[in-house]
């Protein structure tokens, strides 16, 4: 039987209060009410999986922000989270650091992504693929992962990030399998 992957986006770090552009960049710690999510989406998780607590694997982002919240829930959980760089944010270029907003309005512009070293979505998800099709079916996984991760993986087409914190099942489509 083929387990879930749940799909974690980090708690709120201190530049998403700042409104400015994360991408890879390592430092962005969590706030207060990041941490607090994180306890929030460890416990959500650990009502979700019940019994299988002790088969979990849980897998994170090499990012601050992300081992943060993974070192929460796996307190909560009692397992060890396994850095993994795949799970890492897209890279927004010469854009990171900067205000979200302005960065969200350039990249509507057509051919602004590439001309400004952002990483193309098509090597987000080959990078998320060859780390899902590595899951062992028969445990359930949890990915701590961030936002634009996460819109790549569940719905490219969707123009809103999921909310930090957020807990979610990853859709079994033939691309995740």
């Known amino acids: 039987m ?11 770090s201190e530049w998403n ?23 929030d989406a460890g416990r959500c998780l650990q009502r979700a999986l019940a019994e299988q607590v002790s088969d979990v694997r849980l897998h994170t982002s090499d990012l601050a ?6 070192s929460i ?9 396994r850095v993994d760089g795949r799970l890492r944010e897209r890279h927004f270029g010469v854009r990171q650091g900067c205000r979200h907003s302005v960065t969200t309005r350039i990249l509507r512009v057509p051919g602004a ?13 080959a990078r998320l693929r060859t780390l ?16 634009e991760v996460i819109r790549l993986l569940t719905d490219p087409a969707q123009s809103t990030v999921a ?3 957020s807990v979610l099942i990853l859709p079994r489509t033939p691309s995740a399998q």
């Open 2 to 12: 083929r387990q879930p992957v749940y799909i974690v986006r980090h708690g709120q």
């Open 17 to 39: 209060v700042a409104g400015r552009t994360q991408g890879q960049t390592p430092y962005p710690v969590l706030t207060r009410r990041g941490r607090a999510q994180s306890e």
């Open 65 to 70: 922000r992300a081992t943060g919240t993974a």
């Open 73 to 81: 829930i796996g307190a909560i959980l009692g397992c060890a989270p």
């Open 113 to 125: 992504g590439p001309f400004l070293g952002v990483e193309r979505a098509s090597a987000v998800i």
């Open 132 to 147: 899902l099709d590595e899951l062992d079916p028969s445990v359930p996984h949890i990915l701590v992962t961030h936002g």
């Open 163 to 165: 909310a930090n914190g």
